[in-house]
């Protein structure tokens, strides 16, 4: 087994969790406890070490690890129906907060709890036969995913140096905030995502919004974005989970979507965006299933298109598609894309059986654009109004982080948004 621990931090990066493992287990043939329901057949599918760990009785537990300084989400999870699902000594949960405060979450409370968190994911560590890396989902904008969640990349690559380290990072929007602060959070976690993590997947809250509102034909709500990071999620590990032909794993994401070194961050796509028909499953049929794969405005952060060129990108499809219609249809759209002159043309594509629950197939994209520069050079913006204005510096200096070090976190992403404009 390629083995992968899941650490999920923070308020946003447990509700993902929660929406998350409800669709694994589903596709799995497990219930909300972790046993196979009646008639499924789990025993037919070689590859669910991958992500649980078989206990007593033929329960299957999650390789996860689930952290947040404020109990709320947390509490939830193990009160409500996947109460007995998660390996209690896989929880960490402290209190008083980080105070949507990235220095207090890194600094104070994080210097408190990291290394019972890191004990706890060494235990999920030791369950494994051959770990291939782990997979960490938290907001960059608040204090608990920022702040604490930046401390355990760090101490992951420290202890881990060799496995693959994905995030699936949700950045903030001036059009959708929680908290004023939220470009300081930002900026100081993706100063540590580029030096410790192998690749990002960019979640803007900006762009869910959009998608959610233009597909879901709703005023979308929390739910709905957490479900479509969550379905995301399922397709980047479905081929790691089910029987597949052109399967990858973490390594080959990384050598395929990669082409320098800290230019890791991703976008990603999922098709068919829509609401799950009452009737039964969502069809479509493939060349538009292929085309909404690759829409522009279908990708999870709000990309520059216009200026700039693709890296690198990867398709991934499931269910009802066959390889010869999936490589006639991704030949035509791989003429469409602007690719750097310099990076072979080529799409990494990947075919796995099993579609999402409620879809006969589906389409995922993870594309390298040089355009992401856009979302990086937003957040810098927001950075320097405040931070040229001395506001709320004082919060992250008596916690810790002098204005120094804000300083050099924001010139370390503007220095990532130009890398990615000179690689145009």
């Avoid at 992968?4 to 946003?12: A, N, P």
């Avoid at 019972?116 to 904008?141: C, P, R, W, Y």
């Avoid at 959070?185 to 960019?202: E, G, M, P, S």
């Avoid at 990867?314 to 390889?323: E, I, M, P, S, Y």
Wanted: proline fraction near 4%; hydrophobic fraction near 40%; aromatic fraction near 8%.
């Amino acid at each position: 087994m390629r083995e992968i621990v899941s650490i999920h931090v923070g308020q946003c990066g447990n509700q993902i969790a929660d929406r998350y493992w409800r669709l694994i287990l589903r596709e799995h043939g497990l219930n909300e406890n972790g046993m196979p329901k009646d008639g499924s057949s789990v025993s037919a599918n070689s590859n669910m070490e991958v992500f649980f760990h078989k206990i007593r009785d033929g329960k299957f537990v999650p390789r996860a690890v689930l952290v947040d300084l404020e109990p709320g989400v947390i509490n939830r999870i193990e009160t409500g129906e996947m109460s007995k699902l998660f390996d209690e000594g896989s929880i960490v949960r402290k209190i008083p907060g980080a105070a949507n405060n990235w220095a207090r979450g890194y600094n104070v409370e994080g210097e408190r709890v990291i290394d019972q968190i890191m004990n706890v994911i060494d235990a999920a560590v030791e369950k494994t036969k051959s770990l291939q890396g782990f997979l960490l989902t938290h907001s960059i904008g608040g204090g608990s995913g920022s702040g604490l969640g930046s401390l355990i990349l760090e101490r992951l690559r420290s202890a881990y140096p060799k496995k693959k380290i994905f995030t699936f990072s949700v950045a903030p929007s001036p059009l959708i905030s929680d908290s004023a602060v939220e470009p300081y959070n930002a900026v100081l976690t993706l100063q540590r995502i580029r030096d410790n993590a192998d690749a990002a997947v960019i979640l803007d809250n900006e762009a869910l919004f959009r998608i959610a509102k233009s597909k879901l034909h709703r005023a979308p709500n929390y739910m709905d974005l957490n479900n479509i990071v969550a379905l995301i999620m399922s397709s980047v590990t479905a081929s790691l989970r089910f029987p597949g032909k052109l399967n990858t794993d973490l390594g080959e994401f990384v050598t395929n979507l990669v082409p320098f070194p800290g230019n890791h961050f991703l976008t990603a796509s999922f098709a068919p965006m829509r609401a799950i028909a009452n009737e039964g499953q969502v069809r479509s049929n493939f060349p538009d299933l292929a085309r909404e794969t690759f829409a522009q405005d279908n990708f999870t952060a709000a990309i520059d298109w216009a200026n700039g060129v693709y890296l690198s990108a990867c398709a991934l499809f499931r269910g009802d598609v066959k390889a010869k219609e999936v490589e006639e249809n991704m030949a035509s759209i791989r003429k469409s894309l602007n690719f750097a002159s310099y990076v072979p043309t080529g799409i990494k594509i990947g075919v796995a059986e099993t579609a999402p629950e409620g879809f006969a197939s589906s389409g995922l994209a993870l594309v390298n654009h040089t355009g992401i520069a856009a979302v990086f050079e937003r957040l810098v913006a927001q950075f320097d109004i405040m931070f040229d204005n001395h506001a709320y510096t004082h919060w992250y200096e008596g916690a810790g982080v002098p204005r120094e070090k804000m300083a050099e976190a924001r010139d370390t992403v503007a220095d990532l948004a130009k890398s990615y404009r000179d690689a145009s």
